[in-house]
């Protein structure tokens, strides 16, 4: 455990977030999209647990933080599917490039 | 090196190599799949730290729930055999030149900061005693936002039904 140290955990977490986000940039569908934000919020998690590991190990508030990031993210993937389902009837794509009817 | 050393190394390079995979893939059935692949390593990174619990709610959530959720929309909204578009050139070469910025950027900052790394003696974290402080209401208590999960889930499972029905259905 010791031997690994923490900045290569905050490395790991850095490249899972910055992978995430040029998905996120990059791709055009939305499900793919939400599949690049769902490896956002795991970095940020890997993150929580690493400070809670090290810098504090007597206390569990990342544990829980890292609980409650799951939860949410969980409720946010099945709100975001369920758009995307309702996207998909009225325009029968999910490419984000065919969605622009608010668009000026 | 040791072999628990190396055990979290190649944990990494396995969230790394298929998150990279995920995300560029051409396929998006198999980019939901390498996405899989990178969540179960990342489980493996949590069950390495001794986090059982957060790594089995990990396998149980995201593995169990998420990624079917995903395959379920990929296989609702998607016709079989069809890769996805190219993506726009200009647009990756931006995107990979802002995602490789930041990461110089924030790596360089991180190690440059000390952080004050404690190596007393770790805390028990059974089931226990996460179930005693999610339920606690003193200082150290987090049982306000857990009623919060509650409420948050419960909006959000009415706001998926009423998103998802269908609009012209007359039975609700």
Redesign the interface.
């Known amino acids: 455990m010791n031997e690994v140290p923490l900045s290569h955990f905050l490395i790991l977490s850095t490249a899972l977030f910055f992978i995430g986000v040029f998905g996120f940039l990059s791709r055009r569908n939305l499900v793919t999209i939400l599949m690049s934000l769902e490896l956002i919020l795991n970095s940020v998690n890997i993150n929580f647990i690493a400070f809670n590991q090290y810098l504090w190990p007597g206390k569990m508030d990342g544990l829980f933080f890292t609980l409650f990031i799951i939860a949410i993210a969980a409720a946010e993937a099945a709100v975001a599917i369920a758009i995307i389902l309702h996207l998909y009837r009225h325009y029968r794509s999910i490419d984000a490039e065919d969605v622009d009817t608010l668009r000026f | 090196?040791?072999i628990?050393?190396m055990f979290?190394?190649a944990l990494?390079a396995a969230?790394?190599v298929s998150?990279?995979l995920?995300?560029?893939s051409r396929n998006?059935f198999r980019?939901?799949i390498f996405?899989l692949f990178?969540?179960i390593s990342?489980a493996g990174?949590?069950f390495w730290?001794?986090?059982e619990?957060?790594a089995a709610?990990?396998t149980i959530?995201?593995v169990g729930?998420?990624v079917v959720?995903?395959i379920?929309?990929?296989f609702?909204?998607?016709q079989a055999g069809v890769s996805?578009?190219a993506?726009?050139k200009g647009?990756?070469i931006?995107?990979?030149l802002?995602?490789?910025a930041?990461?110089v950027l924030?790596?360089m900052q991180?190690?440059a900061h000390p952080?004050?790394?404690?190596?007393?003696?770790?805390?028990s974290?059974g089931i226990k005693?996460?179930g005693h402080?999610?339920l606690e209401t003193g200082a150290?208590g987090?049982v306000l936002?857990f009623e919060l999960?509650s409420i948050?889930?419960l909006?959000?499972?009415i706001?998926?039904?009423v998103?998802?029905l269908?609009?012209n259905s007359t039975t609700a």
């Not at chain 2, 404690?118 to 805390?123: K, L, M, Q, T």
């Open positions: 090196m040791s628990s050393a979290f190394y990494s969230v790394l998150a990279v995920s995300v560029t998006i980019s939901a996405l990178s969540l990342i990174i949590y730290m001794n986090y619990f957060i709610v990990q959530v995201y729930g998420i959720l995903i379920f929309s990929i609702l909204t998607q996805l578009p993506p726009m647009r990756m931006y995107a990979a802002a995602s490789i930041g990461f924030v790596v991180l190690l952080f004050k790394v404690d190596n007393s003696v770790v805390a974290r005693d996460i402080g999610l150290n987090y936002p999960v948050l889930l909006a959000a499972m706001g998926c039904i998103i998802a269908k609009p």
